[in-house]
């Protein structure tokens, strides 16, 4: 009996963390990088949200800085790190809104 109890634990434990992960994706759309091989830029990282292309990254050579291409936008800018790459691309695509309070 004290195992069934465990597994019936299990079981409900599994079944919340997909419930909550079935909400988190209602919630905030989900965002996924992938990488290919370009002949200018060596490594292109993209930025996806489900099938939509929002924007491109790659580090420059010139200066070791993080190129961000985001789509539909003629900026170029260039950050520090990768992830600030990411959160421009984001932001650029009007997917991320600053809290201001």
């Known amino acids: 009996m004290h195992q069934t109890r465990i597994d ?3 079981l409900a434990q599994l079944e ?8 988190a994706r209602d919630i905030a759309p989900e965002f996924e990088i992938d990488a290919v ?3 200018d830029f060596g490594t292109l990282y ?3 949200q489900g099938l939509k292309l929002l ?3 790659y ?3 010139i200066d070791g800085l993080w190129v961000a291409q985001p789509c539909d936008c003629d ?6 790190t990768p992830e ?3 959160l421009l691309i984001i932001a650029l695509s009007g997917l991320l809104v600053a809290d201001v309070a």
């Not at 963390?17 to 079935?22: A, L, N, R, T, V």
């Not at 900026?75 to 520090?80: G, I, K, L, S, Y």
């Open 37 to 39: 091989y370009d002949a």
């Open 16 to 23: 919340l963390e997909k419930y909550i992960d079935e909400q």
């Open 8 to 10: 019936a634990q299990v």
């Open 59 to 61: 580090r420059a050579d």
């Open 75 to 80: 900026a170029r800018p260039r950050c520090e």
């Open 46 to 48: 993209r930025v996806w």
């Open 84 to 86: 600030q790459a990411q």
């Open 55 to 57: 924007g491109t990254f």
